[in-house]
């Protein structure tokens, strides 16, 4: 599991190991599609970019989460992993989260296959009007994820929910039981807990934000955190992520699963804040 920012060495290692996943490229090993579930696959990946807009991200974190996905979509290395897949492209949808009723598609699925689709995608997500909402529900966000991989209209080798946000949930389903529910359906939930601010009464952050993700909200084959900690590396941790998902690496040692039996942070945290706070 990956605690610190990612670095420039972390795309040095999956530099490296694209290099030795070439062999798995179509036109390297055309015997290896020969199976019955790569016959009906259509894409590498799935990939849901779930992207939080409660009032504890200020403007300025919200505009820089942004631009940090369009660029890490259409940075050098994002597609060369692109290249590196079995059919050389994934379907990708983008939207954001707040409340256990907040979620709206940005960008629709769309198919990216290079850098005319990548730029595309890229484009939308900026093109789109920045906003925020109450209350922050993880469990809304990755229940709302699950359900978008029936409207995808392809067929992934996997199925996964990246979901970023600086909070703990304290709105809706308890964040465990939807994780399971998620993960149930064969989906990996990897996190990008957001960690640039000291933790605030005001808006009812969270000490240790990183193994609160860690052991309540990811879970999956080779499930993975990057934290973000400092607004210099905001762009190089997505970028980093995004990478490491194309490219099925994990920056680590894969979390496994029943890490969660025993959290190091309850994982209700957030609705008792809440209910501390509010008194609901």
């Known amino acids: 599991m990956l605690r610190r920012p990612a670095s420039t060495a972390i795309l040095a290692v999956v530099a490296a190991a694209l290099l030795t996943a070439s062999a798995m490229r179509p036109d390297a090993a055309p015997a290896a599609r020969g199976g019955a579930h790569q016959q009906t696959t259509t894409v590498d990946v799935e990939l849901v970019l779930a992207v939080d807009i409660s009032y504890s991200m200020d403007p300025e974190e919200l505009a820089l989460q942004r631009e940090g996905y369009a660029k890490a979509l259409t940075s050098p290395e ?7 897949g079995i059919h050389g492209k994934v379907a990708v949808t983008y939207f954001e989260w707040a409340g256990s009723s907040e979620q709206r598609v940005i960008v629709p699925w769309r198919i990216v296959d290079g ?58 389903q308890i964040v465990t039981a939807a994780r399971d529910e ?99």
Request: include cysteine; aromatic fraction near 6%; charge should be positive.
């Open 182 to 280: 998620v993960l149930s359906r064969g989906i990996t939930i990897n996190g990008l807990p957001i960690m640039l601010k000291r933790p605030s009464y005001a808006t009812m952050d969270i000490e240790l934000l990183d193994e609160y993700y860690e052991d309540c909200v990811i879970g999956g084959p080779s499930a993975f955190v990057v934290p973000v900690k400092d607004r210099d590396k905001f762009v190089e941790a997505i970028r980093t992520k995004l990478v490491l998902e194309i490219a099925a690496l994990t920056p680590g040692s894969p979390v496994i699963k029943a890490a969660a039996a025993n959290p190091r942070v309850p994982c209700t945290i957030g609705e008792r804040i809440w209910q501390e706070r509010w008194g609901n």
């Open 78 to 84: 994002f597609l060369n992993a692109l290249r590196q």
């Open 115 to 172: 850098p005319e689709g990548a730029g595309s995608v890229a484009n939308e997500i900026l093109a789109s009007p920045i906003r925020r909402a109450a209350r922050t529900s993880i469990s809304g966000a990755l229940l709302f994820g699950a359900a978008l991989f029936e409207t995808s209209g392809q067929r992934g080798i996997r199925r996964v929910i990246d979901v970023s946000g600086d909070g703990a949930n304290n709105s809706g």
